[in-house]
């Protein structure tokens, strides 16, 4: 069965990039829909996005649209999320997650079946 493991994250100053990487085993990436979620503390899972099965579609949540990009290596197995822009507003566990499902929805996390650890982005000076 699928499992992801994500790598990336950390602390990162206001203004700053980072790339996170979820990497696929077991099931080849191409099957499944990726979506990225983001959990604060105190908060509901959101979605931040989604890439579709072949990659030529993304979507994203209005709060991080023109700042974060999703993309996939489906030879590699490998989705990633770069953000840029950041701030303190962005801090929070980032998870990805995967579906069978066609639809490139992301706003309810129970739409998703897998996970990956998730990990922390933190924005702080």
């Known amino acids: 069965h699928l499992q992801l493991v994500q790598s990336g994250g950390g602390l990162v100053q206001p203004g700053g990039s980072l790339k996170l990487t979820c990497a696929a085993s077991?099931?080849?990436?191409?099957?499944?829909?990726i979506g990225w979620f983001r959990q604060a503390p105190g908060k509901a899972r959101e979605g931040v996005g989604s890439?579709?099965?072949?990659?030529?579609?993304?979507k994203y949540s209005d709060s991080v649209k023109d700042r974060f990009t999703i993309s996939r290596d489906n030879a590699k197995n490998m989705a990633y999320l770069e953000m840029r822009s950041l701030s303190s507003a962005d801090t929070a566990v980032y998870y990805c997650?995967?579906?069978?499902?066609?639809?490139?929805?992301?706003?309810?996390?129970?739409?998703?079946?897998?996970w990956g650890q998730g990990t922390q982005v933190t924005v702080s000076s």
């Open positions: 997650g995967a579906t069978t499902s066609t639809s490139t929805r992301f706003r309810i996390p129970d739409e998703y079946s897998w």
């Open positions: 077991g099931d080849p990436l191409e099957v499944y829909t």
């Open positions: 890439s579709s099965k072949s990659g030529d579609v993304s």
